[in-house]
């Protein structure tokens, strides 16, 4: 969706290493997810942030950390404890109300070295 | 526990031919309803979002449905052209910030 960045495309991460995928909004949405995608399975939430300065685990947090220090910006870092980093992650945004769609960016694949 | 089901997980139709997308939870309180299209490699494309008090919502080609005492939605597409062929998801969500998603039914539209 316009108006929804995730960069880099594609990314590379070697072992023991941490990596960080970043996802960037100007829809002025205060809501904002990670979610992890794998061949055959759905979107699982790996966390989620609803305001500044606050964001919740969702079913797979482990082996990654956020944080969420403007409204515009929640970058997801994938920690050298993630053992199977390799997916696509997407980011996605939704305004305050939950009667609004959310809205997704394109994505980025995270690959092994 | 809220439980999303897409099925078939794949179709194949000639183009032109009307069909329908189905999707199913288990757990009747949901809030809204929101429809998707994934291509290839990208990211997710909402196409429509019904809301719990809503039978229906309509956008061009498309018509989808909720019938939320049966727990089932469907995607009415009309007149399938071959650039529909993509993945196509359903979430729920019951009116917190998490969403259920299915796993999607991936539609081919042959010319």
């Known amino acids: 969706d316009g108006g929804i960045t995730q960069s880099p495309k594609y990314l590379f991460r070697k072992e023991g290493q941490n990596v960080t995928l970043s996802c960037e909004q100007n829809l002025n949405h205060d809501a904002m997810y990670w979610y992890r995608q794998d061949p055959g399975q759905g979107l699982r939430l790996i966390y989620y942030?609803?305001?500044?300065?606050?964001?919740q685990k969702g079913d797979i947090a482990e082996g990654y950390s956020v944080s969420r220090e403007k409204k515009e910006s929640f970058p997801l870092t994938v920690t050298s404890a993630q053992k199977n980093p390799t997916a696509f992650y997407l980011c996605?945004?939704?305004?305050?109300?939950?009667?609004?769609?959310?809205?997704f960016g394109d994505g980025t694949r995270l690959s092994i070295l | 526990k809220q439980e999303v089901t897409q099925i078939p997980a794949a179709l194949s139709v000639p183009e032109g031919e009307n069909l329908v997308l189905n999707c199913s939870f288990t757990?009747?309180?949901?809030?809204?309803l929101q429809w998707f299209r994934q291509d290839p490699g990208k990211g997710l494309t909402s196409l429509l979002l019904i809301q719990s008090s809503q039978r229906e919502q309509t956008s061009g080609r498309l018509n989808a449905s909720l019938d939320k005492s049966s727990g089932r939605s469907t995607l009415y597409i009309a007149a399938s052209q071959p650039g529909d062929s993509a993945t196509y998801l359903c979430a729920v969500t019951s009116g917190t910030y998490k969403y259920i998603f299915g796993t999607g039914t991936r539609l081919k539209v042959l010319a």
């Open positions: 757990d009747s309180a949901i809030y809204n």
């Open positions: 942030s609803q305001i500044v300065n606050d964001f």
């Open positions: 996605a945004t939704r305004g305050s109300y939950s009667n609004q769609p959310q809205h």
